[in-house]
């Protein structure tokens, strides 16, 4: 009788893969470790594209101190991106510019928990209100003292934020489209 | 007699859109009016929305690549460069220069292309109805180049990760040097329509201003900004697709009003002739495509990479786990973000000049949307 063939035993889950990001060196990432210390907990630098990881409540303060003394004055993006198996499964992600000549454009970043509430940003930057608005829709992060919290894109009654890894690609609110578009289904 | 009239008539709500032709697709736009006078302005969007964010998760980079193209339909062949040389900057491969030269040549018709629309429907909504003619002619010699090239129009999807499909067509050179040689004098006769005009300048001219420090305040970018005097253009600043190489000037304006954005968006015209030209004329010979491996595996990472399309800056932003599909892929809209600052330009302006404004901001409601 030969040898039992022995099920072949299942490759070690491989760690999570990182982002292979290198420090992010300078005059202006020594600048804001001297101004927020603890705030910041990385500086950081992949694809030659600057970043910085803030805690929570450093975030304002850093895109104010980064407005009036760096001159970041055009904040180019707001979004985020959802990690479910995370701790803190939303990270919110800040594009910020500044125009010639320093011609520098960098990101801030966040992590946030489930339910947690991060300041807005329309007082530094008007031009947040949209985009804070499009992440509460698309992910459900209600901005602390947003001057209108609400949806943006999809109808205001909807149930679910859709970017949300959940979400599936065809689910809907069943109800919404029911009682609003009297069909049974949207897809 | 009571104090107050009996119907009180101080201010009026007013539903523009979603179904309003110069609303340019499905925008509704409430107005707040005293008498004439827009008080405030609130804009009502999503109607066009088709989760186009959702969609790319669940596909693969190639896969999603024409998904890109509907959302701003008039500039489909911006949206598919940004979205290309985002994911081969996340790969950390190039296109060869041949593509690349390309690249500038289809992206710059492009521009022109959806310029024209705008200038067009722009004056329609005005209320001048010929140029509308003169700009849908030149713009089908420029979407014949589109057509020839890759079999589309509008939704082109001329572009591939790491370069192009398709190896150009014989005559192309001949076409678009066709192209610049007679462009430049149609641009003449829209200028000579509505340039020097009258009426033309009585409703354009200090209409909707937004100066710098507004544009700055609200992320507003592309040929608004430029109009309020600041030379800033992608193109120039963190060139890309080797706009480096190329002759070409930043038009800007000074006063930020409706006129000068028109004025700027010709002069634009009569620049990317010139890059045309230019990019033609030196078209390098050689490979079309990268070595780019057949199943797309980005490393893990994300990076944002932005292009000046016609209307601002287009950017995307892209996070890759190492898997065949990106795991988040958000697109920065020009016309989104632009379309904020409308109150801002709306108020104490007469409710005929909100038409102005609206054509003025030049969006199009599948990129706001999404």
Same mark, same amino acid.
């Given at each position: 009788?030969?040898?039992?063939?022995?099920?072949?035993?299942?490759?070690?889950?491989?760690?999570?893969?990182?982002?292979?990001?290198?420090?992010?060196?300078?005059?202006?990432?020594?600048?804001?470790?001297?101004?927020?210390?603890?705030?910041?907990?990385?500086?950081?630098?992949?694809?030659?594209?600057?970043?910085?990881?803030?805690?929570?409540?450093?975030?304002?303060?850093?895109?104010?101190?980064?407005?009036?003394?760096?001159?970041?004055?055009?904040?180019?993006?707001?979004?985020?991106?959802?990690?479910?198996?995370?701790?803190?499964?939303?990270?919110?992600?800040?594009?910020?510019?500044?125009?010639?000549?320093?011609?520098?454009?960098?990101?801030?970043?966040?992590?946030?928990?489930?339910?947690?509430?991060?300041?807005?940003?329309?007082?530094?930057?008007? @031009?947040?209100?949209?985009?804070?608005?499009?992440?509460?829709?698309?992910?459900?992060?209600?901005?602390?003292?947003?001057?209108?919290?609400?949806?943006?894109?999809?109808?205001?009654?909807?149930?679910?934020?859709?970017?949300?890894? %959940?979400?599936?690609?065809?689910?809907?609110?069943?109800?919404?489209?029911?009682?609003?578009?009297?069909?049974?289904?949207?897809? | 007699?009571?104090?107050?009239?009996?119907?009180?008539?101080?201010?009026?709500?007013?539903?523009?859109?979603?179904?309003?032709?110069?609303?340019?697709?499905?925008?509704?736009?409430?107005?707040?009016?005293?008498? %004439?006078?827009?008080?405030?302005?609130?804009?009502?969007?999503? *109607?066009?929305?088709?989760?186009?964010?959702?969609?790319?998760?669940?596909?693969?980079?190639?896969?999603?690549?024409?998904?890109?193209?509907?959302?701003? *339909?008039?500039?489909?062949?911006?949206?598919?460069?940004? *979205?290309?040389?985002?994911?081969?900057?996340?790969?950390?491969?190039?296109?060869?220069?041949?593509?690349?030269?390309?690249?500038?040549?289809?992206?710059?018709?492009?521009?022109?292309?959806?310029?024209?629309?705008?200038?067009?429907?722009?004056?329609?909504?005005?209320?001048? !109805?010929?140029?509308?003619?003169?700009?849908?002619?030149?713009?089908?010699?420029?979407?014949?180049?589109?057509?020839?090239?890759? @079999?589309?129009?509008?939704?082109?999807?001329?572009?591939?990760?790491? @370069?192009?499909?398709?190896?150009?067509?014989?005559?192309?050179?001949?076409?678009?040097?066709?192209?610049?040689?007679?462009?430049?004098?149609?641009?003449?006769?829209?200028?000579?329509?509505?340039?020097?005009?009258?009426?033309?300048?009585?409703?354009?001219?200090?209409? @909707?201003?937004?100066?710098?420090?507004?544009?700055?305040?609200?992320?507003?970018?592309?040929?608004?900004?430029?109009?309020?005097?600041?030379?800033?253009?992608?193109?120039?600043?963190?060139?890309?697709?080797?706009?480096?190489?190329?002759?070409?000037?930043?038009?800007?304006?000074?006063?930020?009003?409706?006129?000068?954005?028109?004025?700027?968006?010709?002069?634009?015209?009569?620049?990317?002739?010139?890059?045309?030209?230019?990019?033609?004329?030196?078209?390098?010979?050689?490979?079309?495509?990268?070595?780019?491996?057949?199943?797309?595996?980005?490393?893990?990472?994300?990076?944002?990479?932005?292009?000046?399309?016609?209307?601002?800056?287009?950017?995307?932003?892209?996070?890759?786990?190492?898997?065949?599909?990106?795991?988040?892929?958000?697109?920065?809209?020009?016309?989104?973000?632009?379309?904020?600052?409308?109150?801002?330009?709306?108020?104490?302006?007469?409710?005929?000049?909100?038409?102005?404004?609206?054509?003025? !901001?030049?969006?199009?409601?599948?990129?706001?949307?999404?």
């Amino acid at each position: 009788m030969a040898e039992e063939q022995k099920p072949a035993a299942p490759p070690p889950p491989k760690p999570p893969a990182a982002m292979a990001a290198t420090a992010w060196e300078g005059p202006l990432p020594e600048k804001l470790k001297s101004r927020f210390g603890d705030g910041i907990r990385e500086l950081l630098s992949y694809r030659d594209q600057n970043f910085l990881v803030a805690e929570p409540p450093a975030v304002i303060p850093i895109l104010e101190f980064l407005k009036i003394e760096e001159e970041f004055e055009y904040l180019v993006d707001i979004t985020a991106a959802h990690y479910p198996q995370r701790v803190k499964p939303f990270e919110l992600i800040y594009v910020l510019y500044r125009f010639p000549p320093h011609n520098e454009r960098i990101r801030v970043k966040t992590d946030l928990a489930e339910g947690e509430k991060p300041a807005t940003a329309t007082a530094v930057h008007p @031009g947040a209100n949209w985009l804070e608005r499009e992440v509460f829709d698309m992910f459900g992060i209600a901005f602390e003292g947003h001057p209108d919290m609400k949806r943006i894109l999809l109808p205001e009654e909807w149930q679910g934020h859709p970017l949300r890894k %959940e979400y599936g690609i065809i689910q809907q609110d069943q109800r919404w489209v029911q009682e609003n578009l009297h069909i049974d289904s949207g897809q | 007699m009571p104090a107050a009239t009996f119907l009180d008539t101080s201010e009026l709500v007013l539903n523009m859109g979603p179904q309003h032709p110069s609303t340019h697709g499905v925008l509704r736009v409430v107005l707040k009016l005293d008498g %004439e006078k827009v008080t405030g302005c609130e804009c009502v969007i999503g *109607y066009l929305h088709r989760g186009v964010e959702k969609i790319a998760e669940n596909r693969t980079y190639v896969q999603f690549a024409p998904y890109v193209d509907r959302m701003d *339909y008039v500039a489909a062949v911006s949206n598919g460069l940004g *979205y290309c040389l985002a994911v081969e900057k996340l790969q950390g491969v190039e296109a060869p220069p041949r593509a690349q030269a390309v690249r500038v040549i289809l992206t710059e018709l492009n521009r022109i292309s959806s310029h024209l629309l705008w200038l067009g429907t722009h004056a329609l909504d005005i209320g001048a !109805i010929t140029p509308v003619f003169y700009c849908f002619r030149e713009r089908e010699e420029a979407l014949k180049i589109f057509e020839k090239y890759c @079999g589309a129009r509008l939704t082109t999807h001329a572009f591939r990760i790491g @370069g192009l499909q398709y190896e150009t067509y014989d005559t192309l050179e001949k076409d678009c040097l066709a192209f610049c040689e007679m462009f430049p004098k149609k641009v003449d006769e829209y200028e000579e329509l509505l340039t020097g005009n009258r009426i033309w300048i009585g409703r354009t001219r200090g209409v @909707g201003i937004l100066n710098a420090e507004d544009c700055k305040e609200f992320g507003v970018t592309g040929p608004l900004l430029r109009a309020a005097g600041v030379e800033w253009d992608l193109r120039k600043q963190q060139p890309y697709s080797g706009y480096e190489k190329y002759q070409f000037e930043i038009p800007t304006g000074a006063n930020g009003d409706t006129f000068d954005r028109y004025v700027v968006r010709i002069q634009e015209m009569r620049q990317s002739t010139r890059i045309i030209r230019q990019a033609v004329e030196s078209l390098p010979t050689g490979p079309i495509m990268a070595k780019v491996p057949k199943v797309l595996k980005p490393p893990v990472g994300e990076c944002y990479v932005s292009i000046e399309a016609p209307k601002g800056e287009l950017g995307y932003f892209i996070v890759s786990d190492n898997s065949t599909q990106p795991y988040r892929v958000r697109v920065r809209p020009p016309s989104f973000v632009n379309l904020q600052a409308l109150d801002r330009m709306c108020r104490g302006s007469l409710v005929a000049d909100v038409v102005a404004i609206i054509g003025t !901001i030049d969006i199009v409601l599948g990129e706001v949307d999404r």
